[in-house]
């Protein structure tokens, strides 16, 4: 049998020549001072360019955006030169990169934040979790997240304004486009779940409210940049971050919906159980059916991540259940992911101590096959 996961495809009016693409991954290692992208990020993009399309790991696309040390942003001129250098060696090396754009809403600290101000979310609720800062010495510990203040109208239409900001730097930079992050218990999500979306003005309550923030982000940024060079990542039912909703079978097939009109590059959907960087729980059982509700409301094209192998991709491209699969630890430990795959090469094992922070060890040290 011929295989699907190695035939081509088009986003927007990008042509991709096989279907595995490599999904965004934080690694908290970019340069420092001002998180900077640097030669050594340059190279572990590079070798990963034969995926069919990069996605770079989230992007803060301010300084109120940013919640873990040393994470990259999109916001200064001495980030947009060193994604310069990140896309012109991906294109160099014949592949196709997006920048993921990041805005952490209250899973940040105020250690990151404008003037130590308390971080930013819908609604001023407590988070469970910790993020990974900073101390005084200079290393990274986990600390606590203090309970947020709730976003002004102004302040929304303030982040709003940074996202179309922050997408016009990556395209100012070289990328291929841009992957609007509205999953993992971030910003968008908070807005999306009731459980973190408490609101009573027209950001919070229904479900047309909760995605509100979300269309406006994405209106913005297709306006400023084109839609064939936009897609969207949700993590429907996600639980990471204190993310719950009281209705998923009614909220994410509504969004994939309002997505069509938008005329997306593609639409990104990560299986729930894997949205954290472990498998912490069952899937909900009605993820199926919700996941098959948003291909069919969906029109455009749909990537899916999370726990696939390349004999499930291959199957989920087949059934029809998506039409690109982005794999990420694997792509962590196997710059030729790709070859590898085609070929039933053996894979080398992520290390998941060396995945946040350090050095080039477990980063651009994986070996690629001979
Ligand atoms: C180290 C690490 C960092 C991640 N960083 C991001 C990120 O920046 N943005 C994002 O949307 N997902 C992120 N994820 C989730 C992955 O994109 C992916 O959905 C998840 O790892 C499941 O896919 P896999 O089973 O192929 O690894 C991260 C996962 C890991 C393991």
Same mark, same amino acid.
């Given at each position: 049998?011929?295989?699907?996961?190695?035939?081509?495809?088009?986003?927007?009016?990008?042509?991709?020549?096989?279907?595995?693409?490599?999904?965004?991954?934080?690694?908290?290692?970019?340069?420092?001072?001002?998180?900077?992208?640097?030669?050594?990020?340059?190279?572990?993009?590079?070798?990963?360019?034969?995926?069919?399309?990069?996605?770079?790991?989230?992007?803060?696309?301010?300084?109120?955006?940013?919640?873990?040390?040393?994470?990259?942003?999109?916001?200064?001129?001495?980030?947009?030169?060193?994604?310069?250098?990140?896309?012109?060696?991906?294109?160099?090396?014949?592949?196709?990169?997006?920048?993921?754009?990041? $805005? =952490? +809403?209250?899973?940040?600290? #105020?250690?990151?934040?404008?003037? !130590?101000?308390?971080?930013? @979310? /819908?609604? &001023?609720?407590?988070?469970?979790?910790?993020?990974?800062?900073?101390?005084?010495?200079?290393?990274?510990?986990?600390?606590?997240?203090?309970?947020?203040?709730?976003?002004?109208?102004?302040?929304?239409?303030?982040?709003?304004?940074?996202?179309?900001?922050?997408?016009?730097?990556?395209?100012?930079?070289?990328?291929?486009?841009?992957?609007?992050?509205?999953?993992?218990?971030?910003?968008?999500?908070?807005?999306?779940?009731?459980?973190?979306?408490?609101?009573?003005?027209?950001?919070?309550?229904?479900?047309?409210?909760?995605?509100?923030?979300?269309?406006?982000?994405?209106?913005?940024?297709?306006?400023?940049?084109?839609?064939? $060079? =936009? +897609?969207?990542?949700?993590? #429907?039912?996600?639980?990471?971050? !204190?993310?719950?909703?009281? @209705? /998923?079978? &009614?909220?994410?097939?509504?969004?994939?919906?309002?997505?069509?009109?938008?005329?997306?590059?593609?639409?990104?959907?990560?299986?729930?159980?894997?949205?954290?960087?472990?498998?912490?729980?069952?899937?909900?059982?009605?993820?199926?059916?919700?996941?098959?509700?948003?291909?069919?409301?969906?029109?455009?094209?749909?990537?899916?991540?999370?726990?696939?192998?390349?004999?499930?991709?291959?199957?989920?491209?087949?059934?029809?259940?998506?039409?690109?699969?982005?794999?990420?630890?694997?792509?962590?430990?196997?710059?030729?992911?790709?070859?590898?795959?085609?070929?039933?090469?053996?894979?080398?094992?992520?290390?998941?101590?060396?995945?946040? +922070?350090?050095?080039?060890?477990?980063?651009?040290?994986?070996?690629?096959?001979?």
């Amino acid at each position: 049998m011929t295989s699907q996961l190695f035939s081509p495809i088009t986003i927007g009016q990008l042509p991709l020549p096989h279907r595995v693409a490599m999904a965004p991954l934080t690694r908290s290692r970019a340069g420092q001072p001002g998180n900077v992208p640097n030669a050594m990020n340059v190279e572990y993009y590079r070798q990963r360019a034969s995926a069919a399309l990069i996605i770079t790991e989230a992007t803060q696309i301010s300084q109120q955006g940013q919640g873990y040390a040393w994470t990259p942003g999109i916001y200064t001129a001495e980030q947009v030169e060193g994604w310069r250098a990140v896309a012109n060696a991906v294109h160099a090396a014949g592949g196709r990169i997006f920048l993921q754009l990041w $805005h =952490v +809403g209250r899973v940040s600290h #105020p250690s990151f934040q404008p003037g !130590g101000a308390l971080p930013v @979310a /819908p609604s &001023a609720l407590p988070v469970p979790g910790k993020t990974f800062i900073v101390d005084a010495d200079g290393n990274g510990v986990w600390g606590d997240i203090p309970t947020p203040q709730a976003l002004t109208v102004e302040g929304i239409a303030a982040i709003v304004h940074d996202y179309r900001v922050a997408a016009r730097n990556a395209m100012d930079a070289g990328m291929d486009g841009v992957e609007i992050h509205a999953g993992n218990g971030y910003l968008l999500d908070q807005f999306i779940n009731s459980e973190s979306n408490h609101r009573t003005d027209a950001y919070g309550g229904s479900i047309e409210n909760r995605a509100r923030l979300l269309l406006e982000v994405v209106a913005a940024v297709t306006s400023e940049i084109g839609a064939e $060079h =936009v +897609g969207v990542r949700l993590t #429907p039912m996600g639980r990471f971050m !204190g993310m719950g909703d009281a @209705a /998923p079978e &009614a909220t994410f097939p509504h969004i994939a919906r309002r997505l069509n009109d938008a005329s997306l590059a593609y639409l990104h959907l990560v299986e729930p159980a894997m949205v954290g960087t472990v498998k912490d729980e069952a899937a909900d059982p009605r993820w199926d059916a919700i996941m098959r509700r948003m291909r069919a409301e969906f029109r455009g094209v749909l990537m899916l991540a999370g726990g696939y192998d390349g004999a499930s991709a291959e199957r989920a491209i087949a059934d029809g259940r998506a039409d690109i699969v982005a794999f990420g630890r694997p792509f962590i430990a196997n710059p030729d992911l790709p070859r590898r795959l085609k070929t039933s090469a053996a894979l080398n094992i992520p290390n998941p101590e060396t995945f946040f +922070g350090g050095t080039a060890a477990g980063y651009t040290d994986y070996p690629a096959l001979a």
